[in-house]
């Protein structure tokens, strides 16, 4: 059953760290999964929460502190000397590892890498810290299991048993040659099986799906996916062997990506979670809130323009909400799905002309029907055709030109390398509310 975290539990370990009753805190302890014992912590003070973890197993300990947010895990790890973290260090896996040590101050980082013992960890570490974190070369470990082509299927074995001890999940073999270039892979179901005296060049496919160092963590995302893969290899410019990427960092990076492009779909600049100070979450929402401000500002400028229309016909004033929930909706909906387009890099990309067409059939018969019900809601509410007729081509022309918008404005921001995430809330909306405004009283000065 599923490990949930309640107040009267979370009293009773609060209540054992104080009375330092370490035999129970153990046994509480080895009962959860690594994962629970992170959410203890996020819930314990900084003194609690690191004397809980000092009474713990090193490879347990080092589990929970992966399992933290980047920003808790820096602020946690400052209670712990360099040797304590180092003792860490040495039992994770090397992109972990790296991980926690970006984290910290450049002399931290230094002393940690100077105390690790196994220097062969170490080596892996400084070998990885030059890449940036979120492309192929920062996302990936540098243990795997590989094996020279030249060798046979019972050296291979041996070969296994040896390196394994340092990978945790071994799902293939990677063969490679005298000068380490991947040349293929060899399934374990194969060197089970595989006739005494074997050669891994005989029972090896190279059929194998690699990246290269310089991919970005989207791009490593879209090849697992398509390809339904655990692991990839990854490969320098010259394509020898460096290390692999397995399925658990490339979730954790989506997740990340997902988490940035929801706050970012939501006007949030930064990125924040609930618990954070009262400063940061008020500067993460402030920008995009002014922005929005300021659009209503200029909206109720347009409104204020065409004032002596409104008093001539109240009726006007009362789809003013109408106008503008419309056309939001209708941008965000447009933005949307080009946002998701953008992000699926598997098919054939469309061109800007093939879009446009498709947008402006799909907006051309939303805003014929939309048209039509607006004219026959209007008619019913107000008996009078002028505003009806006002109202129904208002609506036709704000769907029309907020399906263009909310088509045009991620493509254009993503041809800036900005996330066009952003054009799917605030953004739009504002936007959207303007043009709206605009072509409404535009439209009414016209026709009334």
């Given amino acids: 059953m599923p490990f949930e975290l309640t107040k009267e539990y979370l009293e009773k370990i609060q209540a054992a760290i104080s009375e330092q009753n370490n035999e129970f805190i153990r046994t509480e302890m080895e009962e959860l999964f690594p994962a629970d014992i992170t959410n203890i912590l996020y819930e314990l003070e900084g003194e609690e929460a690191h004397y ?6 090193t490879k347990l300990a080092a589990e929970i502190i992966i399992n933290l947010d980047p920003d808790d895990r820096k602020k946690f790890l400052k209670n712990f000397t360099s040797q304590q973290i180092a003792e860490y260090v040495d039992l994770l896996d ?83 040659d005298d000068e380490g270039t991947l040349l293929g892979r060899a399934s374990l179901k194969k060197i089970i099986l595989a006739k005494r005296g074997s050669k891994i060049a005989d029972i090896f496919t190279d059929d194998i799906v690699s990246v290269k160092t310089t991919a970005t963590g989207e791009e490593v995302a879209d090849i697992m996916q398509k390809y339904d893969l655990d692991a990839v290899p990854v490969v320098n410019i010259q394509g020898r062997l460096l290390g692999r990427i397995t399925i658990d960092d490339v979730v954790d990076f989506i997740t990340e990506q997902a988490h940035e492009d929801v706050q970012a779909m939501a006007g949030i600049s930064e990125d924040v979670e609930e618990d954070d100070s009262v400063w940061k979450l008020v500067r993460s929402r402030l920008p995009w809130l ?14 204020g323009v065409f004032d002596g229309e409104v008093a001539r016909t109240p009726a006007l004033a009362a789809f003013i909400p109408l106008i503008g929930s419309t056309g939001g909706n209708v941008g965000i909906q447009s933005s949307a799905l080009i946002v998701q387009s953008l992000a699926d890099k598997s098919g054939i990309d469309t061109s800007l002309t093939e879009r446009l067409k498709k947008v402006l059939l799909v907006s051309l018969l939303n805003g014929l029907i939309a048209a039509t019900f607006a004219f026959l809601g209007t008619l019913v509410l107000e008996h009078e055709n002028t505003i009806s007729l006002v109202m129904s081509l208002s609506i036709f022309s704000i769907v029309m030109l907020a399906s263009f918008m909310g ?25 959207n509310d303007l043009l709206g405004y605009g072509v409404y009283f535009l439209i009414v000065y016209m026709l009334i």
């Fill in 52 to 57: 809980l973890v000092t009474l713990l197993d």
């Fill in 94 to 176: 090397s992109d972990d590892a790296v991980d926690i040590l970006n984290e910290q101050p450049v002399n931290v980082r230094e002393e940690v890498i100077a105390l690790v013992s196994d220097r062969e960890q170490a080596r892996f570490i400084i070998d990885l810290l030059h890449y940036d974190e979120d492309c192929a070369g920062g996302l990936m470990q540098k243990e795997l299991v590989k094996i020279n082509v030249k060798q046979s299927v019972t050296e291979c074995v041996e070969e296994i048993r040896r390196q394994a001890e340092d990978v945790e999940n071994v799902y293939s073999v990677y063969v490679v």
């Fill in 290 to 303: 002014l922005i929005g401000m300021t659009g209503s500002f200029l909206a109720a400028k347009i409104i």
């Fill in 407 to 431: 088509t045009i404005t991620p493509l254009v921001l993503n041809q800036f390398d900005i996330n066009p995430a952003v054009a799917s809330g605030p953004f739009i909306t504002t936007t």
